[in-house]
């Protein structure tokens, strides 16, 4: 037992004298790599420490510019700033009289659409007017044209009276005798004359054919008709209220008959002897439908047998 222990204590031994000259050697080793490095640290350290503090300086001298450029540029930003306030300033003048001009602006759109709208309201009035100015002129020149027309009518008219006037008195003085006898009433009234003769100064009693003195009776009237210009001679007969003798039925079946059968005599006269118109004739009977007196009496039934010629102005 005891050889056996002193056999592993004497290995042991050996194992730890071999470790220690391993590690002894290992150290040598690292100290000769130490003693390397700190040569090579130390060359390095006088490679290195000047160009490190050359680099510093220059490190320092490029912050001085740099701090002097920085300086500069806080200089620079300053004045900028200032320069910025003044600008923003400015820029809210700008800003303010601007919103001041859109103001205007809009105040003078807005007048501006207002005159607009009076301008078109005053055109269309304008217009308006125009038309009623246009629609007045017309008007103005209708009755300027009927004022025309109306002279021209009154000239003519004035013309128609003044000829009536003097076909009126032309009749008076050539029948002048036989109005004093009262055979022949003239009177004028209106526009319109007025000739009427008894039956006897034209007809024998009951017949409707002119008598001698009827026709130069009415020679003296048809030619100073033929005188008259745009006349209308209008031939009435009239009787009284005396039936027609029978034994003339065949002729005149009634005083209708004969009153229209003498105003239709006059007529043929004034055609035929004087050559009057007859577009401007006209016989109309109308019986005993128009006294003019009674005939209760024979005065009376004598103004009521009569020939009635009645000239007026030609309506054209």
Sequence with gaps: MKNITGIVLSVLLAVAVGVGIIMYQKNLGISSSLQNSDNKLRD???????????????????LKQTEDQVLELENTLSMKDKKLLVTESNLAEVRKTREDFETEVSSRDAMIAKLQEDLESSQSEIELIN??????QDEIEKVHHQLLDL????????SKIDNLQSTYDALVSDLEKQVENREVTIKAFEEKISVTFVDSVLFDLGKATITEEGRGNLKRVGDILKKVKSKQIRIIGHTDNIPIQSKYHYKFPSNWELSTARAAAVV?????????????????????????????TEAGRAQNRRVNIIIAPKVE
């Design 44 to 62: 390095l350290s006088e490679k290195v420490i000047p160009s490190r503090d050359a680099t510093i300086a220059k490190l320092r001298e490029d």
């Design 131 to 136: 038309n009623k100015f246009t629609s007045k």
């Design 151 to 158: 002279k021209g009518q009154k000239v003519l008219a004035e």
């Design 268 to 296: 043929r006269y004034f055609q035929n002897k004087i050559n009057l118109d007859p577009k401007n004739l006209e016989a109309v009977g109308r019986s005993f439908y128009e006294p003019i007196m009674g005939n209760d």
